[in-house]
C-alpha cells in the first residue's frame, strides 16, 4: 500500500508542477494535455498490477497458513491418539513410572479369536429296503434251478387194453414225413436294351459357312464348327476347299456346297 501512496504523490507533484494554461496558450495547452494521459497510463497500469499483485499474495499467505495450522492440528490429534493414558491412580502409586515416553509406540497383542472348528455335513443314511416275506418261502433260501425238460424216448409204448377175447394186431410204423427243398428263385435276366435300326441313308448335312486357310481351314455344317478329320452325325470331314467340303459315311464321299 505504501508503494500506491508514493505513486499517487508523485502523480500529484507531477501535476501541479505542469504550468497553467494561461501561461502557455491555447495550442500548448492541448498539446500537454496529450502528454499527460500517455504518462499516466503505464502509472495507472503499474498500479493494478501492484494492487493484483498483493492481493494474490496475501491470498496466497492466508491459504498455506491455514493448511498448516489444519496439518498441525491433524499431526498433534495422531499423536495423541497414539499416546497411551496414565490414570491418576497409577501415577500416585507410581505405576506410570514405566509408562513410555510420549511419541513412542505401544503395540498390544490382541486376543486370539478362536475359530469355529468346521462342521461335517450331515450323514444321511439310505434305507435299506428289505423285500417282505412271503409265505411258504424261507428268506435267504436258494432259488431251485428251473426244472429239465423231459427227453422223448425214441420208443414209446402204446397203451395196453384188456380185450375180452385176443384179437391178432398187427403194428404199422407211419412213414417218415421229410420235408421238399424250397425251389430256388430264378436268375434275373435284363431285357436287351432295344437297338436303333441301322441309318441306311447319307445323313442330312448343311452347309453353313467356310473359313479357309492354307494351314487349318474350318467349315460350319449344321451349326458346328469342325475342322479336317472330325466326325459329324457319323460322317468324316475329308477336305475343306474354298467353296465346297468333301465328307465320308459308310464309304460314301459327298461333296457339300452352298446352296
Known amino acids: 500500500m505504501s508503494l500506491i501512496n508514493d505513486a499517487l504523490k508523485r502523480a500529484n507533484e507531477q501535476k501541479a508542477k505542469q504550468p497553467t494554461p494561461a501561461e502557455l496558450g491555447a495550442e500548448l495547452q492541448t498539446i500537454e494535455t496529450g502528454t499527460d494521459q500517455t504518462r499516466l497510463w503505464p502509472i495507472g497500469l503499474f498500479a493494478v498490477c501492484l494492487v493484483g499483485s498483493l492481493w494474490f499474495g496475501w491470498m496466497w499467505w492466508h491459504g498455506e497458513g491455514a493448511q498448516t495450522a489444519e ?3 491433524a499431526d498433534r490429534a495422531e499423536v495423541a491418539a497414539r499416546s497411551p493414558s496414565v490414570s491418576p491412580d497409577a501415577s500416585a502409586t507410581g505405576e506410570g513410572a514405566d509408562a513410555p515416553a510420549e511419541g513412542s509406540y505401544v ?3 490382541l486376543p486370539k479369536i478362536p475359530r469355529k472348528p468346521k462342521q461335517a ?3 444321511i443314511a439310505t434305507p435299506v429296503l428289505n423285500p417282505t416275506p412271503q409265505p411258504g418261502i424261507a428268506p435267504n433260501a436258494p432259488v431251485p434251478p428251473p426244472p429239465s425238460p423231459p427227453i422223448a424216448s425214441h420208443a414209446t409204448q402204446a397203451p395196453q387194453r384188456e380185450n375180452p377175447t385176443p384179437v391178432a394186431s398187427t403194428s404199422r410204423t407211419a ?3 421229410t420235408r421238399a427243398p424250397a425251389p430256388l428263385p430264378a436268375p434275373v435276366v435284363a431285357a436287351p436294351q432295344p437297338t436303333a435300326p441301322p441309318q ?3 445323313p442330312a448335312l448343311t452347309l453353313q459357312g467356310i473359313y479357309y ?3 487349318r481351314p474350318a467349315a460350319v455344317i449344321n451349326s458346328r464348327t469342325v475342322y479336317v478329320g472330325d466326325r459329324i452325325s457319323n460322317t468324316k470331314v475329308l477336305a475343306i476347299d474354298r467353296h465346297e467340303v468333301t465328307v465320308q459315311w459308310n464309304n460314301q464321299v459327298r461333296v457339300l456346297a452352298f446352296q
Open 71 to 73: 496439518g498441525l492440528g
Open 107 to 109: 503395540t498390544q497383542e
Open 121 to 123: 455335513p450331515p450323514l
Open 175 to 177: 412213414p417218415a414225413l
Open 200 to 202: 441306311t441313308t447319307f
Open 213 to 215: 486357310r492354307p494351314t
